[in-house]
C-alpha cells in the first residue's frame, strides 16, 4: 500500500507514470541530489517492470547513450542542475539535427532560489534554444494535490513532440523540473498495475501521394544518411544507380555503385537529374553533383525540413515514385554505372593484399560476413573510409550500420553505441579514430551494478586527426603548421585506457588478425587497436581514389 508522501516524490511518480503511459519505457540517469525524487522513483519503477533504467555519471556520456537508445525508440535522459544541463547539450543537437525522440528531464531548484546566487543554480529554462522541438517546465510543489497537477498533460506534450508529426520531425524535447525539499521519499513507493497507454495521434489523416516523375532523364539516385527502404525501393522501381552513403541503409541495393564519390566524379557531367533521399554530407564530389545548375534536383523528404545545400532543388516532395518498365536508354546509364561500379570493386579487392588502413578495416568490418548487430561509424575519416572502400550489393553487411551524421561530431560515439547495445541486446561494434576515442573514453565505463552490454570499439590509430591531412590543409607546403594546429598527435596509451575502464583488449597487426577478431562473437566490452601511419595518410587516400579512376577510365568505363 503507498501512503501519501512529500510533494516533491510525488510529482517524481507522477512524472514516471506519465512517460511509461505516453511508451517511454527507456531512461538514462546521470545521478544528482536535485533529481533524487525523480531517481527514487525510476528505480521503483524498473524494479516493477515497468522500464528499463541505464545508470551514467557523466552527463555528456548520458546523453549520448540516449541518442543511440532513441534510434530505435523514444528516450528520456534525467540529470540534476547546473552544469549537469549544459553538458546534455551536444547530444541535444545531435538529435535534433537527426530527428532522434529525446525527453531531456532537468531537475531544478524552486523558483525563488533562483538568480540570488544559490549554489548549482542556474536559468535552465530555454538552455537548448531552438534545439529542441518543444520546452516547459513543471514548478516546484508546495502540497500534495499541486504535486501531480498538470504533471501528465505537460510530460504527454513533450513526448508527443519529441515523436514528431507530419508537419514536424521527430527531436528532442525539454521539461525542467523543480523539486523542494524533502528530496527524499518518506517511504518507498511500489508499483502496481502498468498505466495504461496514453499515445497522442499526430497524423492529418491523409496519405501521402507520391510525385509521379517522367522517365527518360539520366537519372541517379543519391543516398544519404537515413535513407532507408525507399531510396532502395525507388532504385529497383527507377532502374536508376544509387549513390549510397554507408549509412544510408541503401548500400545493399543491387543498383548502389562502388566507390560512389569517385564515380561521381567520373561519370557526373552526365547527369541531367538527381533524386535525393536522406542527408547526403560526406563526400564534396556528390556536394559539386547537386549544386550544378542544369542538373533537375529532386528531393524527397517525408518531413518539413530537407537537405538543399546548394539551394538547387528544383522539386521538393515527400515521397516520388515512377510507372513502367525503364526505357532503352536508362537500361544503358545504368549499365554504364555498374560496369564502372565493377571496375572500381577490382581495385579495392587489391586491398586485402595490402598493409592494413581504413579503407581495409572498413571494408571487412562491412563486409557481408559481420553477423554483429549493429555498426557504429565515427563521423570524421571512419565514415568516410567506409563510403570509398566498403562493398555493395550483395558486398555489403546485411546489419544496420548508424552515425552520428545530424551535426557530425565526433563526441559521444562510444556512448551511442553503448546506448544501441542497451536498446536492442544485441552486439554492436564501432569504428572510429583515435581522438575520436579520446574525446568519449569515458564511455568505456561501465557501473559495477549495471548490466553489461556487448560493445567492441575499433581503433584506428594514426595518432592524430587524419582527416585533415586529406583537406586542403595537408598540402605540403603547410607541412610546418599542420602537425600542431590539425593534426594534433596525442600519443595515446589505448591499452591502458581500455583497461583502466574495464575493457579488453587486443592489437591486430594484419589481415588475418583483423578477420578473426570480427570472426569471433561480441561479448562485454572489447577495444581492438589498429596502429596506423598517420603520416601516409593523405598519399594513400590519393593515391586509392587515383588509382580507383585511372582503372575506370582506362576500362573505357569513364
Keep these: 500500500m503507498n501512503l501519501p508522501d512529500h510533494p ?132 516546484a510543489a508546495d502540497t500534495a494535490t499541486s504535486a501531480v497537477v498538470g504533471v501528465n498533460v505537460a510530460v504527454l506534450r513533450a513526448v508527443t513532440a519529441a515523436r514528431g508529426s507530419r508537419s514536424a520531425h521527430p527531436g528532442p524535447v525539454h521539461l525542467n523540473v523543480a523539486f523542494r525539499d524533502p528530496l527524499v521519499p518518506a517511504a518507498v513507493w511500489e508499483p502496481e498495475d502498468r498505466p495504461v497507454d496514453q499515445v497522442v495521434s499526430t497524423g492529418d489523416g491523409t496519405e501521402v501521394m507520391p510525385t509521379l516523375l517522367p522517365r527518360g532523364p539520366r537519372t541517379v539516385i543519391v543516398a544519404g ?26 548500400r545493399s541495393a543491387a543498383q548502389a555503385v562502388a566507390a560512389p564519390a569517385v564515380l561521381a566524379e567520373i561519370l557526373g557531367d552526365e547527369v ?79 586491398l586485402a593484399a595490402e598493409r592494413l588502413g581504413g579503407p581495409q578495416v572498413a571494408r571487412a568490418l562491412l563486409g557481408p560476413r559481420n553477423t554483429a548487430g549493429t555498426v557504429v561509424l565515427g563521423s570524421s575519416m571512419s565514415v568516410r573510409d567506409a563510403d570509398l572502400a566498403a562493398g555493395v550489393g550483395a558486398g555489403f553487411t546485411r546489419v544496420p550500420v548508424l552515425a552520428n551524421r545530424g551535426l557530425s561530431g565526433i563526441d559521444g560515439t562510444i556512448s551511442t553505441a553503448t546506448g544501441v547495445a542497451v536498446a536492442t541486446g544485441e552486439p554492436v561494434r564501432a569504428l572510429i579514430g583515435d581522438l575520436s576515442f579520446q574525446h568519449d573514453v569515458g564511455g568505456l565505463a561501465r557501473g559495477r551494478l549495471e548490466r553489461e552490454v556487448n560493445a567492441q570499439v575499433i581503433v584506428l590509430n594514426d595518432d592524430g586527426g587524419s582527416i585533415f591531412a586529406t583537406l586542403e590543409h595537408g598540402r605540403p607546403e603547410l607541412a610546418e603548421i599542420y602537425p600542431r594546429v ?39 566490452r572489447s577495444v581492438v587497436e589498429v596502429r596506423l601511419d598517420g603520416a601516409a595518410a593523405r598519399e594513400r587516400a590519393l593515391d586509392l581514389q587515383a588509382r580507383i579512376r585511372d582503372h575506370v577510365v582506362g576500362a573505357g568505363d569513364g
Excluded at 523514444?74 to 545531435?94: D, F, K
Excluded at 537515413?226 to 549509412?247: C, H, K, Q, S
Excluded at 556528390?286 to 517525408?302: D, H, I, K
Excluded at 594534433?488 to 575493457?503: H, S, V
Design 486 to 524: 590539425f593534426g594534433t598527435p596525442q600519443g595515446l596509451d589505448i591499452e591502458a585506457l581500455a583497461r583502466g575502464f574495464g575493457a579488453a583488449y587486443r592489437s591486430v597487426e594484419d589481415a588475418g588478425e583483423l578477420a578473426a577478431v570480427l570472426a569471433e562473437p561480441v561479448r562485454g
Design 272 to 350: 541531367q537529374r538527381v533524386v535525393v533521399l536522406g542527408r547526403p554530407t560526406l563526400s564534396r564530389q556528390v556536394s559539386a553533383l547537386l549544386a550544378r545548375r542544369e542538373v533537375e534536383v529532386v528531393v524527397a523528404a517525408p518531413g518539413p525540413d530537407w537537405v538543399d545545400v546548394a539551394g538547387s532543388a528544383a522539386l521538393v516532395t515527400r515521397a516520388v515514385t515512377v510507372l513502367d518498365e525503364p526505357e532503352a536508354s536508362e537500361v544503358a546509364w545504368l549499365d554504364r554505372w555498374l560496369r564502372a561500379s565493377d571496375q572500381a570493386h577490382q581495385v579495392l579487392e587489391t
Design 8 to 139: 516533491a516524490a510525488l510529482t517524481a511518480r507522477e512524472i514516471v507514470r506519465a512517460l511509461v503511459a505516453a511508451g517511454v519505457d527507456e531512461v538514462v540517469l546521470a545521478p544528482g541530489s536535485r533529481s533524487a525524487p525523480l531517481a527514487y522513483a525510476l528505480h521503483s519503477a524498473e524494479a516493477a517492470g515497468w522500464l528499463n533504467m541505464t545508470v551514467c555519471v557523466d552527463e555528456r556520456s548520458a546523453a549520448f547513450v540516449a541518442v543511440g537508445i532513441a534510434r530505435h525508440r523514444p528516450v528520456a535522459v534525467v540529470t540534476t542542475s547546473g552544469t549537469a544541463v549544459a553538458n546534455l547539450h551536444p547530444a541535444v543537437l545531435e538529435a535534433s539535427h537527426a530527428g532522434l525522440p529525446l525527453v531531456v528531464l532537468s531537475a531544478d531548484r524552486p523558483h525563488e532560489l533562483r538568480g540570488v546566487g544559490a549554489n548549482q543554480t542556474t536559468n535552465q529554462v530555454g538552455i537548448f534554444a531552438t534545439a529542441v522541438r518543444w520546452q516547459g517546465e513543471i514548478p
Design 225 to 250: 544518411d537515413g535513407a532507408g527502404a525507399a531510396a532502395v525501393e525507388l532504385a529497383r522501381a527507377g532502374g536508376w544507380p544509387v549513390l549510397a552513403e554507408p549509412t544510408s541503409g541503401a
